[in-house]
């Protein structure tokens, strides 16, 4: 990064890297999880989750691109083997449910993975506030994304 661009960073940059890292974890483990649900799911009601899950899968690996960027551009290394993926991550993966026709566990799972990815943005968004505008726009701008996914996976919960 240039050296207006680390000057204006008040934050400790080894901090945001690592929490940069744990977000970037969760987003490729979200990305596996919905895309691997997608290819699992069976049943009449499959098909109407299967796009949705193909769509968000491709956005979670959208946001660990963004989130690589930041910590490329702060002189950072995100997190390079998939076995540390799953050490780095906040939010951790929830094996995908045995019986494949179960989809109101598929759907409990996503939204608990959101609900999870709401909370550390909004948390992570908070906290840098004030000590680094580039990445606690960048959390915001995500925070922003995962609420709506959350709405759009509510709408298939029985009552809703
Ligand atoms: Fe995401
Ligand atoms: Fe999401």
Not at 73 to 90: E, I, T
């Amino acid at each position: 990064m240039g050296k207006k661009g680390k000057a204006i960073v008040k934050a400790s940059i080894k901090e945001v890297i690592k929490d940069l890292n744990a977000a970037y974890s969760d987003e490729w483990l979200a990305h596996f999880q919905y895309w691997y649900l997608a290819k699992w799911i069976k049943g009449m009601d499959a098909d109407t989750l299967r796009p949705v899950l193909e769509e968000q899968s491709a956005d979670e690996l959208g946001h660990a691109g963004k989130i690589a960027e930041r910590i490329l551009q702060l002189g950072g290394r995100p997190v390079a083997h998939p076995a540390q993926l799953l050490k780095s991550s906040g939010c951790g993966f929830k094996e995908p449910a045995l019986d494949p026709t179960d989809l109101r566990r598929v759907i409990r799972d996503v939204l608990d993975a959101e609900a999870c990815a709401i909370e550390t943005y909004s948390r992570l968004a908070e906290k840098y506030r004030g000590t680094d505008l580039v990445t606690h726009e960048l959390f915001e701008d995500l925070l922003k994304d995962e609420v709506s996914d959350e709405e759009q996976w509510e709408r298939f919960l029985p009552g809703s």
